[in-house]
């Protein structure tokens, strides 16, 4: 019923630059909040970027003041730009919707995932 699909990753030498992005698509009302989260070999998944309600972010430590997350709500489209890049940030990037939409009845507000984006970092 919703889906995210997630594009830019690939390979890129220390210090470049990538743009990933995730476009939500499916039976949906409103996206209340998208975000980025990414697992390297052998580590949990964790927080890259969030975006809330198009303009509250939220970003990890790790990537603070080398990235930033957009919005497009007229495209239903999330990006992240990422700058800098450095070994540490290879991983496989997921994009994250927190979606509200009517299930007959029932409005309800539920957690999505796409299948995630390589990066890789290396020289």
């Known amino acids: 019923q919703v889906q995210l699909v997630e594009s830019g990753g690939g390979s890129v030498q220390p210090g470049g630059s990538l743009r990933l992005s995730c476009a939500a698509s499916g039976n949906f009302d409103r996206i209340y909040a998208m975000g980025w989260y990414r697992q390297a070999p052998g580590k949990q998944r964790e927080l890259v970027a969030t975006?809330?309600?198009?303009?509250?972010?939220n970003y990890g430590d790790s990537v603070k003041g080398r990235s930033t997350i957009t919005k497009d709500h007229a495209k239903n489209m999330m990006y992240l730009q990422m700058n800098s890049l450095k070994a540490e940030d290879t991983g496989v990037y997921y994009c994250n919707a927190e979606i509200g939409a009517w299930r007959g009845v029932t409005f309800r507000t539920e957690d999505y995932w796409g299948q995630g984006t390589q990066v890789t970092v290396s020289s």
């Open positions: 975006i809330r309600n198009g303009v509250s972010t």
